[in-house]
C-alpha cells in the first residue's frame, strides 16, 4: 500500500525552464511534507518542506505547493540548472499517527540539458 | 561535522549469508533512522531509535532483519540469513529530534547485492 505516489519516474527538461516534479499521498492524517533530492551515491537531502497550514512555501528557486483537498504536492524548480539533475523524493508525515516516521514516495529522476 | 558514516559502502554476498551493515550518525543527534531503497518502492522506513531504544520497527520485513543501537554512537543492520530480494541500498540517517522540522541527515548508503 504506497501511500505516497511520484508517478512520473522520470522528468527531461531544458536548461532554463521550469521542472515541475508531482507527488500524490492517500493518507489524510498527513500534515507535513517534504522533498529530498538525491545525486548518485549519495544519501538524499533535503530540500523544502511545507505545512499542511499552507499551500505555498518557497525558498530561492524551489518553491513547492499543497493541495489538500487533491492531496496532491508539487516542487517547482525556475530555473532549472544542470546541477539540479537528480533524484527527487517526496515524503510525508503525521505528527499524531506516526510519530517521527516520514513515508516516502519512489523518486523522481529529473534531468536538466544544457 | 563528518556527517552520517555507513559501511560498508558495498556488500556483495551469497544467499544464506550474514549480512550486518553499520552505522555512526551525527554526535549530538537522537534519532538513528534504517531506511531501504529499492526501484519499486522507494525509500522504505525499516526502524527508527530514540536515545538508543527502538521506537518503531514496524517496516522490519521479517524476522531475518536485526537492529541494534548498543550506544549514541553506532547502530547495526543485521540480516540473516540473506535472500536475494534483500538486494537494495541501505540508508542509515540520524536527526536532533524527531519533530516534523527536525531535518533527518543521510549517509552515503551501503549497496548490498546478495547472489
Known amino acids: 500500500d504506497q501511500q505516497v505516489k511520484q508517478n512520473s519516474p522520470s522528468l527531461s527538461v531544458q536548461e532554463g525552464r521550469i521542472s515541475i516534479l508531482n507527488c500524490d499521498y492517500t493518507?489524510?492524517?498527513?500534515?507535513?511534507f517534504l522533498w529530498y533530492k538525491k545525486y548518485p551515491a549519495e544519501g538524499p537531502t533535503f530540500l523544502i518542506s511545507i505545512s499542511s497550514i499552507k499551500d505555498k512555501n518557497e525558498d530561492g528557486r524551489f518553491t513547492v505547493f499543497l493541495n489538500k483537498s487533491a492531496k496532491h504536492l508539487s516542487l517547482h524548480i525556475v530555473p532549472s540548472q544542470p546541477g539540479d539533475s537528480a533524484v527527487y523524493f517526496c515524503?510525508?508525515?503525521?505528527?499524531?499517527?506516526?510519530?517521527?516516521?516520514?513515508?516516502f514516495g519512489e523518486g523522481t529522476q529529473l534531468t536538466v540539458n544544457p | 561535522d563528518a556527517g552520517v558514516i555507513q559501511s560498508p559502502r558495498h556488500e556483495v554476498t551469497e544467499m544464506g549469508q550474514e549480512v550486518t551493515l553499520r552505522c555512526k550518525p551525527i554526535s549530538g543527534h537522537d534519532y538513528l533512522f534504517w531506511y531501504r531503497q529499492t526501484m519499486m518502492r522507494g525509500l522504505e522506513l525499516l526502524i527508527y531509535f530514540n536515545n538508543n531504544v527502538p521506537i518503531d520497527d514496524s517496516g522490519m520485513p521479517e524476522d531475518r532483519f536485526s537492529a541494534k543501537m548498543p550506544n549514541a554512537s553506532f547502530s547495526t543492520l543485521k540480516i540473516q540469513p540473506s535472500e536475494p530480494r534483500d538486494s537494495a541500498v541501505y540508508f542509515c540517517?540520524?536527526?536532533f529530534g524527531g519533530g516534523h522540522s527536525d531535518t533527518q541527515y543521510f549517509g552515503p548508503g551501503t549497496r548490498l547485492t546478495v547472489l
Open positions: 493518507n489524510s492524517m498527513f500534515d507535513y
Open positions: 540517517a540520524s536527526s
Open positions: 515524503a510525508a508525515s503525521a505528527r499524531q499517527t506516526s510519530g517521527s516516521r516520514l513515508t
